[in-house]
């Protein structure tokens, strides 16, 4: 354990089924003096009706909508908005989506304040000027970006996911509500279950893993075990998807504090550059860097395998951390998440490539708890070739 660690988070926080038919209740504290607000979506979140109930508490305030947000949103997609909005006054921004409107929510926020361009941005504490007030709400269970001070940004030339972290980035206010995630389809709820998972167990792992956050990561930990699979095969429980819900959130505190690792290292060279969905990346990669790091972690995975009770508490350690990784492996199976990244063209040829890019994200790398070379990252992404 570090003697000394950091801990921040959203300013606010409000959970509960409907807790969204409630926002204007909490807008004041964000912002006394609201006349103009921008809401940030995409289409299919607008056409499900998802936000009917804000339009209704925003009835005496000018309000501008962008439905823009790609999926991997790239630094063009943010500058193009930014463009959109720039002669525009806003007193709050309103982000309400995945984690990819939350994260453009947030540079939005700091674009609009900041002589800066993304590419200024780009990387740790560099962002200069707070921004305007944010009020995030997640219709998705997985990034956790709603609580992080992080947004990640797609460079398609590059193919790179590059991160902008920042507690600038911070949110004013967040909005839990499990209704808004009841309609998501099957695989989305499997691929942002899987990485809010991803999330809290490379936290609890991490090098830098505290007391703080394996309280976090712990209790993200159980919620997400207990509550995935429901979720997946019965969209509607609304139990299942409050637990997902919360448990994201508490992942996304949990890698506040300690940060993740090495899957995610390895994760975003395939979605920069075969468009492999986040939560997938994660999912597939999870099991084969936790055998990897298995030496270095027996005792925390034996923990978890414990406290999520498939295995005794007696159970030898390299036993129940070994059951452990099998779990993972059950529920990407029961969750109908690939494990052949040959269905998304990656050949052997690309190997080289996709580890030479993981090798350069230093900053997820150096926490995790065994070093990786260029060749133990080519041997993970072989597994995971047909």
Same mark, same amino acid.
């Given at each position: 354990? *570090?003697?000394?660690? *950091?801990?921040?988070?959203?300013?606010?926080?409000?959970? &509960? *089924?409907?807790?969204?038919?409630?926002?204007?209740?909490? !807008?004041?504290?964000?912002?006394?003096?609201?006349?103009?607000?921008?809401?940030?979506?995409?289409?299919?979140?607008?056409?499900?009706?998802?936000?009917?109930?804000?339009? $209704?508490? !925003?009835?005496?305030?000018?309000?501008?909508?962008?439905?823009?947000?790609?999926?991997?949103?790239?630094?063009?997609?943010?500058?193009?908005?930014?463009? %959109?909005?720039?002669?525009?006054?806003?007193?709050?921004?309103?982000?309400? &989506?995945?984690?990819?409107?939350?994260?453009?929510?947030?540079?939005?926020?700091?674009?609009?304040?900041?002589?800066?361009?993304?590419?200024?941005?780009?990387?740790?504490?560099?962002?200069?000027?707070?921004?305007? /007030?944010?009020?995030?709400?997640?219709?998705?269970?997985?990034?956790?970006?709603?609580?992080?001070?992080?947004?990640?940004?797609?460079?398609? #030339?590059?193919?790179?996911?590059?991160?902008?972290?920042? /507690?600038?980035?911070?949110? %004013?206010?967040?909005?839990?509500?499990?209704?808004?995630?009841?309609?998501?389809?099957? +695989?989305?709820?499997?691929?942002?279950?899987?990485?809010?998972?991803?999330?809290?167990?490379?936290?609890?792992?991490?090098?830098?893993?505290?007391?703080?956050?394996?309280?976090? =990561?712990? @209790?993200?930990?159980?919620?997400?075990?207990? +509550?995935?699979? #429901?979720?997946?095969?019965?969209?509607?429980?609304?139990?299942?998807?409050?637990?997902?819900?919360?448990?994201?959130?508490?992942?996304?505190?949990?890698?506040?504090?300690?940060?993740?690792?090495?899957?995610?290292?390895? =994760?975003?060279?395939? &979605?920069?550059?075969?468009?492999?969905?986040?939560?997938? =990346?994660?999912?597939?990669?999870? /099991?084969?860097?936790?055998?990897?790091?298995?030496?270095?972690?027996?005792?925390?995975?034996?923990?978890? =395998?414990?406290?999520?009770?498939?295995? @005794?508490? &007696?159970?030898? %350690?390299? *036993?129940?951390?070994?059951?452990?990784?099998?779990?993972?492996? $059950?529920?990407?199976?029961?969750?109908?998440?690939?494990?052949?990244?040959? #269905?998304?063209?990656?050949?052997?040829?690309?190997?080289?490539?996709?580890?030479?890019?993981?090798?350069?994200?230093?900053?997820?790398?150096?926490?995790?708890?065994?070093?990786?070379?260029? $060749?133990?990252?080519?041997?993970?992404?072989?597994?995971?070739?047909?």
């Amino acid at each position: 354990m *570090q003697r000394l660690y *950091q801990f921040q988070t959203a300013d606010k926080i409000v959970s &509960g *089924q409907h807790a969204v038919k409630q926002l204007g209740d909490y !807008l004041p504290g964000v912002n006394r003096d609201i006349r103009s607000v921008l809401v940030l979506t995409q289409p299919g979140i607008k056409d499900l009706g998802l936000l009917d109930s804000i339009y $209704e508490q !925003l009835e005496d305030v000018h309000v501008k909508t962008i439905t823009d947000v790609m999926l991997e949103p790239t630094v063009g997609n943010i500058e193009d908005m930014h463009e %959109d909005i720039k002669n525009d006054s806003y007193d709050v921004i309103i982000g309400v &989506g995945g984690g990819s409107v939350l994260d453009a929510a947030k540079v939005l926020s700091v674009l609009k304040t900041n002589d800066q361009s993304v590419n200024d941005m780009l990387g740790t504490n560099l962002i200069e000027e707070p921004g305007i /007030p944010t009020v995030l709400i997640p219709t998705t269970s997985g990034t956790g970006s709603e609580v992080t001070p992080n947004a990640i940004v797609t460079f398609p #030339e590059e193919e790179l996911k590059i991160g902008i972290v920042s /507690p600038y980035l911070l949110p %004013d206010l967040v909005v839990l509500d499990p209704m808004l995630t009841l309609g998501l389809p099957k +695989s989305i709820t499997a691929a942002t279950g899987m990485d809010a998972f991803t999330h809290s167990l490379e936290s609890y792992i991490s090098s830098k893993a505290n007391y703080l956050s394996d309280t976090f =990561a712990m @209790d993200s930990i159980r919620l997400i075990s207990r +509550s995935i699979v #429901e979720a997946y095969r019965n969209g509607e429980n609304v139990e299942a998807r409050e637990k997902m819900i919360v448990g994201s959130m508490y992942g996304g505190m949990a890698l506040t504090s300690a940060g993740t690792a090495a899957v995610h290292a390895l =994760a975003y060279p395939l &979605g920069g550059k075969f468009k492999v969905a986040h939560g997938v =990346a994660n999912a597939m990669l999870l /099991p084969h860097v936790m055998e990897f790091n298995l030496d270095a972690i027996t005792e925390k995975l034996s923990n978890v =395998a414990k406290e999520i009770r498939i295995a @005794d508490d &007696g159970e030898p %350690d390299q *036993q129940a951390a070994e059951k452990m990784i099998e779990q993972i492996k $059950e529920w990407t199976k029961t969750l109908e998440i690939p494990q052949d990244l040959s #269905e998304y063209g990656v050949a052997e040829e690309d190997v080289e490539d996709l580890a030479v890019a993981a090798s350069k994200i230093t900053r997820l790398l150096d926490n995790n708890p065994k070093e990786l070379s260029l $060749e133990d990252m080519k041997n993970i992404y072989r597994r995971l070739l047909g």
